[in-house]
Structures are given as structure tokens and as C-alpha cells.
């Protein structure tokens, strides 16, 4: 999830005018910052016995893709009630809402049981969540840390910004992973934050999105690059951002009280089969028997001086960084031989994109993209900018696909989204049948330059055939196919589900002449490089 741009530029504009009678705060020195690793894995947990129960081998291993939210979540809560040791979780969001408040509820109960909670969260959508967060720090075996912080104006994005306004080019650098690690052996990595719309709980939309359970060797890797962040000077503990302004028992019961509504929300366990046939992880758990598919798999990272080192530090192209995930991501897409699919809710090619397209192509390889369409994006500015290349795009002949928030609906296959639309999350990537890469970066200026990010990359012809399958139910019942049309105009193809003529459009699907008219107005007012 990101900020809707234009309510973005608008509150940027605020703290603007906001700065200049405010002046700039900086963040305060001399923090204390205890380092700590990662708990080593160890059988002795259930958790841990489980982890290698049917490993081929100790260099695998193994996952279970979570595809429907409510199984996604139930996963989550599960390590986090089931683990004896640690928990460590690290997040570009973790929202004030149902599920957030829920979450850190069950963080807490597993601290209380003696577990070593801590929290990483990136700073950028905390707004009003100092008191809660504190509140959550204040239990023994917790600790909160949060990601190249604001320093003042807490309270509000506006007043943050206005606080931060000579320090842009620090605070529009954010930690984008998405990391949930219980025991050191068993782990969630994905694309899902922690809020409402990720699980099918908002009423207004929600996210299709792709997350996937993961045991053996590759969650150490894990737990180790969760330590290179947590031990970086760009986290600070949330106590020297919001000093606390009670004793720690009244710190405890205020939390208490913030997340009883949580409480009485609590998700439901599902009761059937996903999309896959997985039953709920905790089934499996109570029984012994966790069925997972074993694979040899690499993870990545980005640095965080990425975003935030000195600037002679910084890859001056982010693609050139090898422990990165972006050159790991551009590796194995133009590896391909014979197929690559890729999914992405925010598409900005760029140079280096287009340069991997027409590589492919030439090749003969067929390449599939699937994104948001204007409809169901929530970045209309950034569709702004792929737009200027989806013409090129289908002239190379890559098969492109944008969601329709109408066929989601229709569908149900992803959820029952009533009256809320449906919009894609999922950022992934299928390379001829074998190769899966699964995690946080969109195709975007932002992931290459900007943000940080985390990702798996899975060598398996089965976990590759179930995303293929999961990509196919949405080109096939939830989205537009695009062409170039006899002007080379871009032309939307409906595809008729009752035997009829397919529907050819040829505006922006499901949109009004307003949204499209302000796009025109931003047209040249915003370079690729803002988005």
C-alpha cells in the first residue's frame, strides 16, 4: 500500500507551507540501540522439530504458497502462538486498524509466555500510533524499533513532513520488506502488509496478493537479514522518538485498552480448502503432519544503506548491487529460454525494464504481464507512467493483462469482496516453469532507487506450476487483456463468459471522464523519476 498521489503531492504541498513557519527537527543523538541476533533454531521447540519433519536433505527447503488471505493470516497468528523462543517481524505497514491491533495483541500474549518479541516497522505510516506502540514496548521481552524515523509532528503525516521539510531526500527512503519469523524456524515472506485490505477486511477494497510459508535452510538467511536491519544505524527504538509518559504498568494496561476492540474482531479459523487444497496451517500443526513442497532457494536482501548510507555508499544504480534483490530479480527473468511471467501492482519499465523485454523477445521468449488497471489501481500516478509504455509493451508482443475490479467481484475466486473492489498486490515472477521469485519489490523507479526491499527465489517446477495456475485464475476470470488496435490504439478485450462476441474497449475500463482527465492534466506535469 501507498499514499493515493495526489492526496500525497497535496499533503507534501501542506508541509511545505507548514515548514517554512515550522523550521526542521532533527532526530535525536546518542540513542542507545542494544544489538542482538537472531536465536539460533533449535529442535527442541515444536515449531522447530516440525521445521525439518520430511526434509530431503538439510540444503532444501520447504514451502506452502498462501494465496487467500484468511489462510495467510491464520499462518501468521499460528507461529505467533505456537512459538517458545523468538519472534521477529518486520514490516513496511503495520496500520492502527482491526488487524494491526490484533497482531501486536498476539505478539504481546507471546511475549508474556516468556517468547522475545521484536518489532521493525518502517516509519512512514506510524502517524498516531506512538502511544500504542510504546504502550506494546512496555511489556517484558518486547522491543519496538522503527525504520529511518520522523523526527517531530508526530502525530499526523502533514506535521511530519512539515517538521522533515530540508531532509526530503532522507524520508522519502523507506524499508519495503515483509518478514515474519517465529523460532528462527518457520517464516512468512510476501507481499502482504499488516492491515485490513491485505486479509479481506475493509470495506472499501482489498488486496489479491501472494505470500508464502516457508521452513528449513533458507529461514536462518532470513533471520539474518531481519539482524542486518534491526542492527542498523537507521532503526531507533520507538522510546527515543515518544518518550513514555507512564510507568510501565500503566503503559501496560493502556495498550490493554487500545486493543480490546481487537480482541472482540478476532479472525476466524477457515474451515475448508484454499485455492491450492492447503488446509489452515494450524490443522497440520496439531496433527504433525505439515505438508510442504521442498525446494533449494536463495534470499535476498537489499542493504539499508541502499536507501539511506552516505551517497558514496549507495549503488548509483540499484540494479548493479549483487546482494540485491532487483539484480537477482533482472538475473533470472533474462535467463529465460522460454517463458517469464511477472506480476506487479505499480509497472514503470524504465530503461533497464524495457531492456530485459526486448532481450527476451528477441529470444522468441513469450513474456506475460499482469498488473493493475486505472480501475483497480490505488497509485493513479504511477499508472500514469506505466501508461507510457503499454503501447511499446504490446508492440514487442508481451502478453499484458490489467485487473478489473468488475471481474474480481464477479468471480469470487480470490474472496467475497461485496461492495469493496479488488485490487493486485502480489509481486512475482515464474521463469520457464521451474524458477519462482516471490517477495516485496514492485517493477517500479521507487523499488529500484528508493525503497528497500526482500525476496525468495524458489527453484521448483511444482511451487512454479501453482503460481502459474494462481496467475492464470486472474488473466482468465478477473482481468483485461490489452492489444494495439488497427491505429494502434491501446484496445481492452473483455472476454465474453457465455459463448458471445468477446467486448473490445477502448478507454480506460471502469473508469469516469473525470479520473481519466486529470491523469491528461498530470501527464506532463510528472517526471518517471517522482513515481
Known amino acids: ?6 492526496g500525497r503531492f497535496a499533503a507534501w504541498l501542506l508541509a511545505g507551507l507548514l515548514g517554512l513557519l515550522a523550521g ?54 499460528e507461529l505467533a502462538r505456537r512459538a517458545q523462543r523468538s519472534i521477529d517481524i518486520q514490516y513496511y505497514l503495520v496500520q492502527n486498524d482491526e488487524t494491526g491491533r490484533y497482531l501486536l495483541r ?6 508474556e509466555r516468556g517468547v522475545r518479541v521484536r518489532v521493525l516497522i518502517d516509519d512512514l505510516y506510524t502517524a498516531g500510533a506512538d502511544r500504542l506502540l510504546v504502550a506494546l514496548a512496555a511489556h517484558p521481552n518486547v522491543e519496538v524499533r522503527l525504520f529511518n524515523p520522523f523526527p517531530a509532528g508526530r502525530e499526523r503525516l502533514a506535521t511530519r513532513l512539515a517538521a522533515s521539510l530540508l531532509d526530503i531526500d532522507r524520508i522519502h527512503r523507506r524499508m519495503h520488506n515483509k518478514l515474519f519469523v517465529a523460532d528462527n524456524a518457520m517464516a512468512v515472506v510476501g507481499g502482504r502488509n499488516i492491515a485490513n485490505e491485505y486479509f479481506m477486511r475493509d470495506a472499501g477494497s482489498n488486496f489479491i496478493d501472494l505470500d508464502t510459508l516457508v521452513t528449513g535452510a533458507a529461514v536462518p538467511r532470513l533471520s539474518s537479514l531481519f539482524d542486518m536491519y534491526w542492527n542498523s544505524p537507521f532503526v531507533y527504538p520507538v522510546e527515543s522518538l515518544a518518550p513514555p509518559d507512564l510507568d510501565a504498568r500503566a503503559l501496560r494496561q493502556r495498550f490493554e485498552e487500545m486493543t480490546m476492540d481487537a480482541a472482540i474482531w478476532a479472525p476466524q479459523t477457515p474451515i475448508e480448502r484454499d ?20 525446494a533449494r532457494a536463495e534470499a535476498y536482501a537489499d542493504t539499508p544503506h541502499k536507501a539511506l548510507g552516505p551517497r558514496e555508499l549507495r549503488p548509483k544504480v540499484a540494479a548493479d548491487a549483487p546482494e540485491g534483490v532487483l539484480f537477482n530479480v533482472r538475473r533470472v527473468v533474462r535467463g529465460a529460454e522460454r517463458e517469464a511471467l511477472v506480476t506487479t501492482p505499480y509497472l514503470i519499465p524504465g530503461r533497464g525494464g524495457m531492456e530485459s523485454v526486448r532481450l527476451l523477445r528477441k529470444r522468441g521468449v513469450r513474456f506475460t504481464l499482469v498488473t493493475n488497471s486505472l480501475a483497480a489501481t490505488d497509485e493513479s500516478l504511477v499508472h500514469l507512467g506505466y501508461r507510457r509504455y503499454r503501447p511499446q509493451l504490446l508492440g514487442l508482443g508481451v502478453h499484458l493483462y490489467e485487473l478489473s475490479p468488475k471481474r474480481v467481484e464477479q468471480t469470487q475466486r480470490f474472496g467475497v469482496f461485496g461492495s469493496a473492489s479488488g485490487r493486485l ?14 517477495g516485496s519489490l514492485n517493477f517500479d523507479p521507487r523499488s529500484d532507487l528508493h525503497n528497500t526491499e526482500l525476496g525468495l527465489f524458489i527453484h521448483s517446477p511444482q511451487i512454479a506450476a501453482q503460481l502459474t495456475s494462481l496467475v492464470g485464475l486472474i488473466t482468465m476470470d478477473a482481468a483485461y487483456r490489452l492489444r494495439l488496435g488497427p491505429h494502434g490504439d491501446v484496445e481492452w478485450v473483455s472476454p465474453s463468459t457465455d459463448g458471445a462476441q468477446d467486448v473490445v474497449l477502448h478507454d480506460e475500463p471502469e473508469t469516469d471522464f473525470g479520473s481519466r482527465l486529470k491523469l491528461e492534466i498530470f501527464s506532463p506535469l510528472v517526471p518517471e523519476s517522482l513515481l
Not at 500500500?1 to 495526489?6: K, S
Not at 498476539?106 to 511475549?111: E, P, Q, S, V, Y
Not at 489452515?280 to 521442498?294: P, Y
Open 106 to 111: 498476539t505478539l504481546r500474549d507471546a511475549a
Open 425 to 438: 498486490h502480489g509481486k512475482a515472477a515464474v521463469v520457464d516453469g521451474k524458477v519462482v521469485f516471490l
Open 275 to 294: 485455492l491450492l487444497g492447503y488446509r489452515a496451517l494450524g490443522e497440520d500443526l496439531d496433527e504433525g503432519t505439515l505438508q510442504l513442497i521442498w
Open 24 to 77: 526542521c527537527a532533527g532526530l535525536p543523538s546518542e540513542v542507545v540501540r542494544m544489538p542482538s541476533q537472531a536465536l539460533p533454531a533449535t529442535e527442541s521447540t515444536p515449531l522447530g522439530r516440525m521445521a525439518w519433519a520430511g526434509a530431503p536433505d538439510r540444503a532444501q527447503s520447504g514451502f506452502r504458497l498462501l494465496p487467500m488471505p484468511a489462510w495467510s493470516m491464520h499462518a501468521r497468528l
Open 1 to 6: 500500500m501507498r499514499a493515493e498521489p495526489l
